[in-house]
């Protein structure tokens, strides 16, 4: 199992380091290279995962490569496979395989076409090594690489302005996050000097006794330790406040924004949480922080949504509300939930930003949804594959996302969280709003293509949707039941009695939930949203003016706009001229350093005046000392 | 095993090789070229034999030579290596190999005392490395100013002559207070032998003093903050080859003394101090990060950045004095973190003044404003670049992350407050690494069109290897933690026996 | 018979004498070498007094000496006094400053 796992790991990175060495050569060898070691890694991911489920295995954690093998300590890379791991790295695969497939045509035109795959390729190569490993040293070293090839594939159109400040932001913003999940690795390996997955779960009791001090007060070592790597995962997975790089990050090519900003890199954050599961289930108080700040990401900023008109930063603003959702459920420490949301997520997100990119590329590059619409007619597939992931994405009954989604309200709410609970089900409404504010602009209204005889894109770019299609509606009814039950995940997660409970006295089974489901006040809430949707967005039979100081507050998207946009870079060069210039040129430098030279400088031009040159200056000096100095030597005897 | 005296062949076959070069002048620049090529592989092999054969098992000194040199006053010639020495002379070795490479394809006027020169300083820095005798170490110290001074001074830039001066009065300034701390170190000792002053019981008013003057002789070279601002100037006004020496090798002179004299001789003081010693390696992460992300000049970000990345090697020396009395294992890893720092930076920086070096080649500007859009014109450069960026802000997979990994480990093991303030470098380096980025490497460039063409296969050679061993030392770094890691414990022991 | 002091106070006289001509004269450089010469001269009358004195013929034999270094030394003096006037055309003290910090 461990070479297959293996092969998993390794072929996206043989297929990125053949990439590098072909160059320029052959568009078609950059395909096939790229695109079928990401489906080999898909398969041997499958593979596994049936292995795994037939056969019985037990996790295995196995150690690859050493990385430093002291007398104190020791690092090593190696890989953990679970069921966790295993699922988490299908979902990966499969949706790099579709999107690599999708950009065979969207990419067609790029000069740096190679380019372009070496980046997707090693994205896959750094993100499975975060899902396959097995300690923390290799987790944070994955997680830094995702961010490389985010910051790459953001960037990848070097000539752009506007793409090159979102890289570099993005990348900036994701290194706080660095910070936060660096220490706590540190904090780990410091302490007990080991950084493996097994042996830290194995001592998370004992450091739940430890304290550690911080400016002479003591905190609990466990509850430091999940805060600052859960802020590690609040940059990686957008949540307030070091969001604000992941709506930027939209500059990049839109199947990296499927892929990367949407169903993979971002649910990182998540699944580390839930990886470290048995650690955050100890940790109450870091959990009800969590729980928190999701809740208020999937409220406050599903709200932004409404307000934005670029059809990639409305998807990218709901993406960071659904982690929002995601990250709520981890806080409740329903952590097999939260897996189950980013699964169905990472489906119909990318389905969404590969239909977005379709409609993109038949807009000519057109993404104020403002100027596009009526598309129905002349693309009629994507319309299809849109309708269906916009369904996952509300949550309407029986679709992938509504057995996720309405399963991480009703078990917040079933464990009466009530704040929480509430705030979940006002971003349904908002939700809804958006997505048919998308939906009824783009599809339906007046056309805007000038060519009236538009045809669907290539088939390439089909057949991703119309394969991500079939998960984003049936993949949540197809694995409720085993996941719900605890048969998915077993002991790969840790509090899974919550979800086993909350199963057996709630939902009893998925048909039951379906049912159920029209009879509570969510279903309420989503037709609501829909029938207000249709009129205002696609009827227009009213409007509303809202408040201005709200609508400023939500297109300024609280202020986060301005702060990264003006007052951070500002900040930064004022600040660093001013350290520069006033403290270390002028204080250091001109005032201790060269002042010293200087005052020498003084001192010995006063000296030199007595060397005059004359010579009867110096025999009188030397005469007038003679003198002196007898006269001492005659006083003293 | 060796019947030949390998170290003293280290040291002067280049120095006389390069004494050759510099005497003869009119040699043509091929010969000369050739020369140092076969001088620097030559000593490249025979580190690299030194490497295979050095015994990382054991805690004695290896390949010693000893014999009188100056038998009244007890001085020593006496040459050996451990494990630190072992490393920083691999180090030396392949920086000046490179150096050689690239000089092929570089134009100076009188290239044979040019390169003469280099050799010179090679065989200083080895010797350096490898002087167990307290004198015989001085004179190497002192002695690596001359080859540097004349290499700025003669192939340098318009201000050359400001930056030279202050360069080579502001270390000799250092070194003096050395001196003096290192006689009185022997006259208790009668002995020159720098293992000898380990033992010595000194009063704590004398090790505080001796430990200042250790401080500001050592802290000068590395440097430290405040008293960086020699290296900004002299980087500036250095040829590409003397910027890539200074940044990459001699700066690692300073830690290395901080490791061989500080850390064993004034143990108590140093306890004393440490936190305030912490502190100024804190200010030098933070704060000249900051100035860094200020400069508009290429060189200068990159010399700042330099110190900033050395305050993790202070920052782990002295966190060894910190923790010596709670947390042994934190110790080690701090002193392992500071000493990989060193060898990663040595290759970092060098990369980067290599790139830097190119770039000023093509549109003689040193200047951010000046470059930008090289990515359009030399894309296989700028991809080798912007690699040598991310390692320089620490990123893992690189070597950069290696050490300040360890040495953040370790501040956590006595501070997290000293953790946190040394792991924003991570946001702070990445800052000022890719602002240089983004502003050279991207953007659109249709004005000068001309200016740049791909490197040629000398630079790409050098580059290339490395990222190669950039790549090695971060992804599996643990043939170099066998090399330091018993020196390492056996340092951490014998301040631990020498206390008692 | 002439008391020591006698030629102590002469010998001490010349040798004032020969220290104003050095540094109250400002014009010539002729005048500061006979300074010069006169000083070695008050010296001289010094060695002689003091070995008759003291009956050690040493003082009186290394008269000599002096006398023939005095010799050379003037010999070197005048040669650059002359090679100095050709140069400069001027055995002015004045203008003999170059020498200065």
């Known amino acids: 199992m461990i070479y297959l796992a293996l092969i998993l790991l390794l072929a996206p990175l043989v297929g990125t380091l053949l990439l590098l060495y072909i160059q320029n050569r052959s568009k078609r060898l950059s395909v096939i290279i790229s695109n079928f070691s990401i489906l080999l890694s898909f398969f041997v991911s499958i593979y596994l995962l049936f292995l795994y489920f037939n056969y019985n295995y037990l996790p295995e954690t196995h150690d690859v490569l050493i990385f430093a093998d002291t007398k104190l300590y020791y690092l090593a890379f190696g890989l953990y496979i679970d069921s966790l791991s295993l699922m988490m790295s299908t979902v990966v695969t499969s949706v790099s395989f579709l999107v690599h497939y999708y950009s065979i045509s969207y990419m067609k035109n790029e000069s740096s076409f190679n380019r372009f795959f070496v980046y997707t390729n090693f994205f896959t190569f750094s993100m499975l090594l975060i899902v396959l490993s097995n300690n923390f040293f290799q987790l944070f070293i994955g997680w830094e690489l995702v961010g490389l090839s985010s910051y790459l594939l953001i960037g990848f159109w070097t000539k752009k302005e506007s793409a090159i400040k979102a890289n570099y932001k993005a990348f900036l913003v994701n290194r706080v996050g660095d910070i936060g999940l660096l220490l706590g690795l540190c904090l780990i390996f410091v302490n007990y000097s080991t950084t493996n997955y097994a042996e830290v779960f194995s001592l998370s009791n004992t450091i739940n006794n430890h304290d550690i001090e911080i400016f002479g007060t003591s905190f609990n070592m466990l509850s430091a330790i999940c805060l600052l790597l859960f802020v590690g995962a609040m940059a990686k997975s957008a949540q307030v406040p070091l969001h604000f790089w992941l709506p930027d990050s939209m500059e990049g090519p839109t199947p990296i924004s499927a892929l990367i900003h949407a169903a993979t890199m971002v649910t990182a954050g998540i699944y580390m949480v839930a990886r470290l599961s048995p650690m955050y289930a100890l940790a109450d108080d870091v959990s009800l922080f969590i729980l928190y700040i999701g809740t208020i990401t999937a409220f406050f900023l599903g709200l932004v949504a409404l307000v934005q008109n670029d059809i990639k930063r409305i998807i990218a603003y709901s993406t960071i509300s659904q982690l929002g959702y995601m990250t709520a459920a981890l806080g409740a420490s329903l952590y097999s939930l939260a897996i189950f949301h980013l699964m169905t997520h990472a489906f119909f997100k990318a389905l969404l930003f590969l239909c977005a990119g379709s409609i993109i590329v038949k807009c000519h590059h057109e993404q104020d949804i403002r100027n596009i619409g009526g598309l129905r007619k002349f693309m009629p597939i994507t319309y299809m594959a849109f309708l269906y992931a916009s369904l996952s994405l509300i949550g309407f009954p029986l679709t992938s996302g509504f057995y996720s989604k309405e399963g991480i309200i009703d078990a917040i709410g079933y464990y009466d969280y009530t704040i929480p609970y509430l705030m979940l089900l006002a971003s349904i409404f908002t939700t809804t709003l958006y997505t048919s504010k998308i939906f009824f602009k783009v599809f339906f209204g007046e056309c805007t293509l000038h060519d009236k005889n538009e045809k669907e894109n290539d088939k390439e770019m089909l057949i991703p949707l119309i394969i991500l299609t079939a998960p984003s509606v049936f993949l949540g009814l197809f694995i409720f039941d085993i996941l719900m039950s605890g048969e998915l995940f077993g002991s790969a997660l840790a509090s899974n009695a919550l979800v086993i409970d909350f199963y057996n006295n709630y939902v009893t089974n998925s048909l039951h939930f379906f049912l159920h489901s029209f009879l509570t006040v969510n279903f309420l809430i989503l037709v609501l949203a829909l029938i207000f949707g249709y009129y205002y967005y696609y009827k227009k039979s009213f409007n509303i003016s809202v408040p201005k100081f709200v609508s400023t507050m939500l297109e300024g998207e609280y202020g986060f706009n301005n702060l990264s946009s003006k007052y951070i870079p500002i900040f930064q060069n004022l600040f660093t001229k001013y350290l520069w210039k006033k403290i270390d040129i002028l204080t250091i430098d001109n005032g201790l350093i060269n002042n010293t030279s200087a005052i020498l400088d003084k001192i010995s031009n006063k000296v030199r005046k007595f060397h005059t040159g004359f010579i009867y200056h110096y025999s009188l000096t030397i005469i007038s000392a003679l003198i002196l100095l007898l006269l001492i030597v005659r006083m003293q005897y | 095993m060796f019947d030949y005296p390998i170290l003293s062949l280290l040291i002067w076959l280049p120095i006389i090789g390069g004494l050759f070069l510099v005497i003869s002048e009119n040699m043509s620049n091929k010969l000369s070229e050739y020369l140092t090529l076969v001088i620097t592989f030559i000593i490249l092999l025979i580190t690299i034999n030194l490497s295979i054969n050095y015994d990382y098992t054991s805690d004695q000194l290896q390949f010693v030579e000893r014999t009188n040199w100056i038998d009244g006053l007890n001085i020593f010639y006496f040459l050996a290596v451990d494990g630190i020495s072992v490393s920083l002379i691999l180090l030396t070795a392949f920086i000046n190999f490179l150096i050689a490479i690239y000089a092929v394809s570089e134009k100076y006027r009188n290239k044979s005392s040019f390169l003469g020169y280099f050799l010179i300083l090679e065989g200083l820095l080895i010797g350096t490395f490898t002087a167990f005798d307290s004198i015989l170490f001085y004179i190497f110290f002192e002695s690596l100013l001359i080859p540097l001074f004349l290499i700025i001074g003669i192939w340098g830039g318009e201000n050359r002559k400001y930056a030279t001066i202050k360069f080579f009065l502001y270390t000799l300034f250092g070194s003096v207070l050395m001196l003096i701390s290192i006689i009185y170190l022997s006259s208790i000792a009668e002995s020159f032998a720098i293992r000898d002053f380990y033992s010595l019981n000194l009063s704590f008013n004398e090790e505080l003093f001796i430990l200042i003057a250790f401080l500001i002789g050592f802290g000068i070279k590395i440097p430290m903050w405040p008293v960086h601002t020699w290296l900004p100037d002299a980087h500036v006004e250095a040829p590409t080859s003397g910027s890539v020496i200074l940044a990459s090798v001699l700066l690692k002179v300073g830690g290395y003394g901080m490791i061989r004299f500080m850390l064993p001789i004034t143990t108590e003081a140093g306890i004393f101090l440490s936190e305030y010693m912490i502190y100024l390696s804190l200010i030098a992460i933070i704060y000249i990060s900051f100035v860094a992300y200020a400069q508009d000049d290429m060189k200068k970000l990159i010399a700042y950045s330099s110190v900033a990345h050395m305050g993790f090697v202070t920052l782990g020396i002295f966190l060894v004095f910190h923790l010596l009395d709670s947390n042994l294992t934190a110790a080690v890893i701090g002193l392992e973190g500071a000493i990989i720092q060193m060898i990663s930076h040595g290759l970092i920086s060098a990369a980067l003044f290599f790139s830097i070096g190119i770039i000023y080649k093509h549109s003689k500007s040193r200047l951010l404003k000046d470059n930008y859009g090289i990515s359009m014109y030399m894309p296989i450069f700028s991809f080798l670049m912007l690699f040598f960026l991310m390692a320089n802000s620490g990123l893992p997979g690189t070597s950069g992350f290696v050490g300040e990994f360890l040495v953040i480990t370790s501040s956590l093991g006595s501070n997290i407050i000293i953790g946190l303030l040394a792991a924003t470098s991570l946001l702070l380096s990445a800052s000022y690494s890719l602002k240089l980025g983004k502003n050279v490497l991207f953007g659109e460039n249709i004005k000068n069109t001309q200016g740049y063409n791909e490197c040629n296969t000398n630079e790409i050679i050098v580059l290339i290897s490395l990222v190669i061993f950039i790549l090695y030392l971060g992804l599996t770094p643990d043939y170099l933690f066998q090399i330091i890691d018993h020196t390492t414990i056996n340092i951490i022991d014998s301040i631990n026996l020498g206390r008692r | ?101």
């Not at chain 3, 003082?59 to 400069?88: C, D, H, M, P, Y």
């Open chain 3, 1 to 101: 018979m002439i008391p020591i002091s006698y030629y102590l106070i002469l010998s001490t006289i010349i040798f004032a004498i020969s220290i104003a001509g050095i540094f109250i004269n400002r014009k010539n450089i002729l005048i500061l070498l006979m300074s010069l010469e006169l000083m070695f001269l008050s010296v001289n009358f010094n060695l002689i007094t003091l070995g008759n004195y003291l009956g050690d013929l040493t003082g009186q034999v290394f008269v000599f000496f002096v006398l023939t270094v005095v010799a050379a030394e003037s010999a070197i003096g005048l040669a650059l006094l002359i090679v100095l006037f050709r140069n400069k055309k001027s055995i002015d003290v004045d203008d003999l400053s170059e020498l200065k910090g």
